[in-house]
């Protein structure tokens, strides 16, 4: 991030480890490059943001409708037995929003995801096809 000059910036990590998929009002949608999980973080775009509390209400607020759409269009897409949200931070520190569809018997199952295995990247086809789907539904929700 650049902080000081004020601008939102899209960490590094993030960037190399995720597909984009699309920008809603407040935050930057982008698919996790492991195809073993249905894995969706929302990247709020802001500047030198850590903490969710560093966000004021109105933008708490719109980070949790944001949530809940890229919720609603993962699970179409991906459907699954639990969806889990996190925003840990301690590796990243630019505020971002785990999305994570579970499914009973996937690789971590029912372990946490983090740090589980060996990163499967998508295909250049089907990661394609999977964030143009994804983009289809919340672009429609949103209009």
Request: charged residues 20%.
């Amino acid at each position: 991030m650049t902080a000081a000059a004020g601008l939102f910036a899209l960490d590094a990590r993030l960037a190399a480890d995720t597909l984009p998929v699309a920008q809603l009002a407040l935050c930057e949608v982008r698919l996790l490059d492991d195809a073993r999980f249905g894995w969706l973080v929302l990247i709020p775009r802001r500047a030198a943001l850590q903490e969710i509390f560093d966000l004021d209400a109105d933008a708490r607020m719109q980070l949790l409708a944001e949530l809940d759409l890229a919720a609603a269009a993962l699970h179409a897409e991906l459907p699954g037995d639990k969806f889990n949200v996190g925003a840990l931070g301690n590796v990243v520190r630019q505020l971002h929003v785990h999305l994570v569809a579970r499914r009973i018997g996937d690789a971590a199952w029912p372990g946490p995801v983090w740090g589980h295995g060996t990163r499967i990247p998508y295909t250049p086809t089907a990661g394609k096809a999977l964030c143009a789907a994804l983009r289809q539904r919340l672009t429609t929700s949103t209009e």
